[in-house]
């Protein structure tokens, strides 16, 4: 969600704009979305989060980090090649960043008390 206010809406040209968070179920598996309607980027550039460390400013205007492409690594190393993030971008028209995880009695509030 960070991202979708510092880099989507906060770069617009209107400055202004809205973000949508959801989270749904899909079989074994637990789905975030993220959408902005902020200035997005082409789709090799999107392509290229995941694919490539990106060094970033940090919000505070400190320091490097490695962001989307680092958890999606993270994510994939855990629970494999089908989970992870996904964009889908285009300019001036906003972003939209699915999150597939690995639905799992612990993560889902089940399991021993």
Do not use: C, W
Not at 16 to 26: K, L, N, P, V, Y
Not at 56 to 73: A, C, F, K, M, P
Request: hydrophobic letters at 30%; charged letters at 30%; proline letters at 3%.
């Amino acid at each position: 969600m960070e991202n979708a206010l510092l880099h989507g809406i906060r770069k617009s040209k209107r400055r202004s704009g809205s973000i949508r968070i959801e989270a749904a179920r899909d079989g074994e598996d637990i789905v975030l979305t993220v959408s902005d309607d902020g200035s997005g980027m082409e789709a090799e550039q999107a392509a290229r989060l995941l694919k490539e460390p990106q060094p970033q400013t940090r919000s505070d205007g400190t320091g490097s980090s490695y962001g989307l492409y680092n958890v999606n690594e993270r994510i994939r190393l855990f629970a494999g090649e089908d989970y992870g993030l996904s964009i889908v971008s285009a300019p001036d028209e906003g972003t939209t960043v699915q999150i597939r995880l690995k639905a799992t009695e612990a993560a889902l509030g089940g399991g021993k008390e």
